[in-house]
Structure formats: C-alpha cells, structure tokens
C-alpha cells in the first residue's frame, strides 16, 4: 500500500477556517481569504519576532555562500557593501549579483575561504558592536565583517572570496492565489497564536467585544511557544566555542 505524504505544518487554508469559526463566519459569507489575509500576515509577522527574540531555532538559515570579488584597488579608506540589492563599493564595478537572501533579518556568523578552493571556512570577527570594519590596508583575507544599515560591511581582499553566511531569517508571507489563501504556517504549532491574533484585528475596527480576550489568548499561545522554545534550549546543555590556535584581531595577526 502506498505511502501517503504528511506534513505537520498547517496550511493557509487551516488559518483561514480557524479565524472564520472564531470571527462566527464558518462560511465565509463575510471574512473571505481576501479581506482577512493582511490581518492573517499581520499576525504571522508578530507571532514570528516573538519568537525569534526568545532565538528560536527554525528561523536560522545556514550555509548561504556568496563570491565576493576581489577589491579594485588597496585602500583603508574603502569598503566593500553587501546588500539586498548586491554588491558595491571597492570592487571593479558594482553588480547585481551576489545579493543577501531575501528573507534575511539579520546575519549572525560570517565564514570565509579563498574562491575556487576546497579550504575549510575560518570565522570571521563580528565588528558591529565594536566600532564597525576598521580602516586597515587589505590583504588576501576579508577577516571582519559588520551589520550596518542593512547591509554586510566588509573591508575586502585581494582576491576572490567565499562567504558563508548563517543568518535569521523569516518565512514568506500568506499570499492570494486565484481568490484563495495560500501559503504554509512554517512554524509547528503555531496556529492558534496567529488565529486569535488575526480574529482580534479583524473585529477591533467593529468594536467587537471578543477583541481583548483574543489579544489576551494570542499572547497566552505565544508564550506557550515561547517557553517551549526555552525548554528546547535547556535539554541542549551549555555551549562552549570551540578554541582556536589563535583570533582575529586588530594590529594583530589573522591566525
């Protein structure tokens, strides 16, 4: 007998039908797909930061790699921009391509290795909250990296480089697909915190007396998920960096 596949995540339309039953409107005389979608994305984005500030792990992407060309010319005072759009800065003409992944929030571990090698990815320093890249001359290493102004700040290097990023990322939004939700809730269990949290915009502006113990039940959900999330990081046990012969550093030797 054949498999059948499963998912465990919920579809647009679970959301869509949980919202009409709790918005008393099972048949969708009223609360199409249409009119509810922005209240449905709405509550999908805050129930999403809620849990990404808690570092929830379903949002970090990994292993996202990206060529950054070699710098036009040796100058402290030039820096090379990453950004959703792509790249710029000191590098021989500025390029569409490569560009951050689109559904990037914010990057957390930067890796770089020579292009065209299969060298392993060393760290590079993280420089956001120390100042920013420094004005140093360059070399064939990138070495710091920083967030700035939502884009990867890089010093450059003399040659080709590979990045590899490890970011937080956020889930595409629900869209309309021939008048119909569509979409998937990316995140398990997850349904009732955005449910509730759509029905209360969707009758606040009809001054429905629901809205508040909606509010209150959204939030209840997600802390619920918020604590299991806690939970999930407490089995994982303590976390030590591993060591390295030697760090990064300013005025310092790369490695």
């Given at each position: 007998m054949p498999v059948v596949g499963f998912s465990p995540y919920n579809v647009?339309?679970?959301?869509a039908?949980?919202?009409?039953?709790?918005?008393?409107?099972?048949?969708?005389?009223?609360?199409?797909?249409?009119y509810i979608q922005q209240a449905v994305n709405s509550a999908y984005r805050k129930m999403q930061l809620s849990l990404m500030n808690v570092g929830k792990q379903t949002f970090t992407n990994d292993n996202y790699i990206v060529t950054i060309p070699a710098i036009?010319?040796?100058?402290?005072?030039?820096?090379?921009?990453?950004?959703?759009?792509?790249?710029?800065g000191n590098i021989p003409s500025p390029a569409n391509l490569p560009t951050l992944p689109q559904n990037l929030v914010e990057p957390l571990m930067l890796?770089?290795?020579?292009?065209?090698?299969?060298?392993i990815f060393i760290p590079m320093e993280n420089l956001t909250a120390h100042g920013g890249v420094p004005?140093?001359?360059?070399?064939?290493?990138?070495?710091f990296w920083a967030w700035q102004a939502d884009q990867i700040i890089?010093?450059?290097?003399?040659?080709?480089?590979?990045?590899?990023?490890?970011?937080?990322?956020?889930?595409?939004?629900?869209?309309?697909?021939?008048?119909?939700?569509?979409?998937t809730l990316q995140v398990l269990t997850a349904?009732?915190?955005?449910?509730?949290?759509?029905?209360?915009?969707?009758?606040?502006?009809?001054?429905?007396?629901?809205?508040?113990?909606y509010r209150a039940q959204a939030m209840e959900f997600i802390e619920l998920l918020k604590n299991q999330e806690a939970r999930a990081q407490q089995h994982a046990g303590p976390?030590?960096?591993?060591?390295?012969s030697s760090r990064y550093g300013i005025g310092r030797g790369w490695y």
């Open positions: 647009a339309e679970d959301v039908n949980l919202v009409r039953v709790l918005c008393n409107d099972q048949q969708g005389q009223l609360y199409t797909d249409t036009a010319t040796v100058d402290p005072g030039k820096q090379v921009f990453l950004g959703f759009a792509g790249i710029g890796w770089e290795r020579p292009t065209g090698t299969t060298d004005s140093l001359p360059q070399t064939f290493n990138l070495r890089l010093l450059g290097a003399e040659q080709d480089t590979d990045i590899r990023i490890r970011f937080e990322g956020s889930f595409s939004m629900f869209t309309i697909v021939n008048g119909v939700l569509n979409g349904i009732d915190a955005v449910a509730y949290a759509a029905s209360a915009n969707i009758l606040e502006p009809r001054g429905s007396p629901l809205v508040p113990s976390y030590r960096r591993r060591g390295f």
